[in-house]
């Protein structure tokens, strides 16, 4: 799995960060790397968040008054759903509601 962080952001601003594991976890936006969590295993840890809600790009553009992100879960990737629950648990500590979307193979 990998996760899409959707932000809040005010209008005009496609505010969106990704948790990718290359195998180690990174937070992404863009097409670049922000932040490479770790280089030693490939998990998330409680505390992540703060490093992607502390960077800069995310401080100009995430509006401070803001409560609310989805998550987007993908299938594809070396996340697995420990990473997940860790990462949801992260965001609510940080005062946030999370809703959860599930972008998987197309159902026919």
């Not at 809040?8 to 601003?13: I, K, L, N, P, R």
């Not at 990704?18 to 998330?44: C, M, N, Q």
């Not at 992540?48 to 008054?65: C, E, K, N, S």
């Amino acid at each position: 799995m990998h996760f899409t962080i959707v932000f809040d952001a005010h209008e005009g601003y496609d505010l969106t960060a990704g948790l990718v594991f290359k195998p180690t976890p990174v937070w992404a936006s863009g097409g670049e790397d922000l932040i490479v969590l770790r280089s030693v295993h490939a998990g998330y840890e409680r505390g992540d968040a703060r490093r992607l809600l502390d960077h800069p790009a995310i401080q100009r553009a995430f509006p401070m008054d803001s409560e609310n992100v989805v998550v987007v879960v993908h299938e594809s990737g070396y996340g697995t759903q420990r990473d997940l629950d860790a990462l949801i648990a992260d965001l609510e500590g940080e005062g946030l509601a999370v809703t959860t979307a599930q972008c998987g193979p197309r159902q026919v």
